[in-house]
């Protein structure tokens, strides 16, 4: 899974160009998009790697809610003769709006079907990420792992990625390390907030105007650079797969106990609140620099050399209209502004991917904020990015232009 996310970037990671050393013996890519053609945005590094990377790099197009399928997908045999021991599993529905049914089919079936396969398997490792799903807008607090508020589930999405991870971590035999991540930011990044930021600054520097945010300055929206966390995906793999399920939860074991949501009851693989707590391995993922929404705006300004800042308080704001009215009326705004500009570039490039389009979800402050101090402490992890810098902000329109899906125009020249 998660071809369209996190993927790419692993891929080049554990399989580098020819000039580098690989980290595994063969990589099995399973997804249900097509990647010729393309069926979701790929990037052309990605595409090139699977090709010039053919001896070691497979991709299979599959449906993983079908059993048969996955047990195929492990037992049909990599052409070293050798059977897969690592598993990173990308797999879930990233959509904040979706109902429950949709996140039961969507994360938890697949994902449990995946897990249950690889324990049978008795593979040595297994990856499960968890995107910043949940409620962590106390502008005075960092969560740590163990923090129980900290777990908060943001929503349905947030119920049902929480109730994955306690069902895979009850299933017997099964090597399970989490790994909770920030905002993921960097080159294979064409989406999420911080690419949106970025995006919104070069409207912004075309309207000649500040950028303010609706979104309060000090709520945290902590990052982590899409090279380190796929270094952590390597690193916890290699971590658990040294010392097993046991050990892993004794250093890094986190109690999670049940969301309370009273869908999860009616569903019979779901790990039950009379279960009590599963005891997994966590580990948070996010850099040094504590980023809120405040300081990720003030890069971006600096790098388009316009002013930042905010509207202040959202509530008084908004008085008398619906927060979906706005949200409509700012996303009309910047669509707008983006249509032109992506006409308006030398050339034209109305087939970009990017996109400056906000989420109403996105706007209700739910906070980032977690403590990645037990990753280096566990792990002894190093980022190689632990800070996000204006240069990291060039860094992503560098790759942006190298794809060909930037703007090129005299809003931004460097």
Avoid at 16 to 24: H, K, N, R, Y
Wanted: overall charge neutral; glycine content about 8%; hydrophobic content about 40%.
């Amino acid at each position: 899974g998660g071809l369209d996310n996190l993927t790419p970037s692993l891929v080049q990671h554990l399989v580098p160009d020819a000039s580098g050393q690989p980290l595994v013996g063969y990589l099995r890519i399973v997804d249900k998009f097509l990647v010729n053609p393309p069926t979701t945005y790929l990037s052309k590094e990605f595409l090139s790697r699977i090709k010039d990377r053919h001896d070691l790099v497979e991709y299979r197009q599959a449906n993983l809610h079908i059993h048969d399928v996955v047990a195929h997908c492990f037992d049909d045999p990599a052409p070293n003769g050798r059977p897969f021991t690592h598993v990173f599993d990308l797999t879930g529905d990233m959509g904040f709006d979706r109902p429950a049914e949709v996140q039961i089919s969507n994360t938890f079936t697949v994902s449990l079907q995946v897990g249950r396969a690889a324990a049978q398997r008795r593979v040595k490792a297994y990856v499960r990420m968890i995107g910043p799903f949940f409620s962590q807008a106390d502008p005075k607090k960092k969560f740590k792992e163990e923090d129980e508020r900290g777990w908060k589930p943001d929503g349905t999405r947030g119920v049902w990625w929480i109730e994955t991870v306690r069902a895979l971590g009850s299933i017997p035999d099964l090597p399970l390390v989490v790994l909770r991540i920030g905002i993921p930011y960097g080159p294979n990044m064409p989406a999420l907030e911080v690419t949106t930021t970025v995006l919104m600054g070069l409207i912004y520097k075309k309207l000649n105007q500040d950028m303010k945010f609706l979104w309060s300055p000090k709520i945290r929206k902590n990052t982590c650079h899409i090279e380190d966390l796929c270094a952590v995906e390597w690193q916890a793999a290699e971590w658990i797969a040294s010392i097993g399920r046991l050990k892993a939860n004794e250093l890094a074991g986190v109690a999670l106990k049940p969301t309370g949501d009273k869908t999860v009851e009616t569903v019979p693989d779901a790990t039950h609140k009379s279960a009590g707590a599963v005891v997994v391995p966590v580990f948070n993922v996010v850099d040094d620099s504590d980023s809120t929404q405040e300081s990720i705006s003030r890069l971006v300004g600096n790098v388009f050399g316009i002013k930042t800042g905010s509207h202040g308080n959202i509530v008084s704001l908004i008085q008398g209209l619906r927060m979906r009215d706005v949200v409509e009326e700012v996303n009309e705004l910047h669509m707008e502004q983006w249509s032109k500009i992506i006409q308006e570039a030398s050339p034209p490039v109305p087939n970009t991917p990017l996109s400056p389009y906000i989420q109403l979800h996105i706007l209700e402050e739910h906070g980032y904020a977690m403590d990645g101090e037990k990753l280096k402490r566990v792990l002894s992890f190093q980022h190689r990015h632990p800070q996000i810098t204006e240069d990291g902000i060039r860094d992503l329109i560098k790759w942006f232009r190298k794809e060909g899906i930037w703007p090129e125009s005299n809003l931004y020249v460097a």
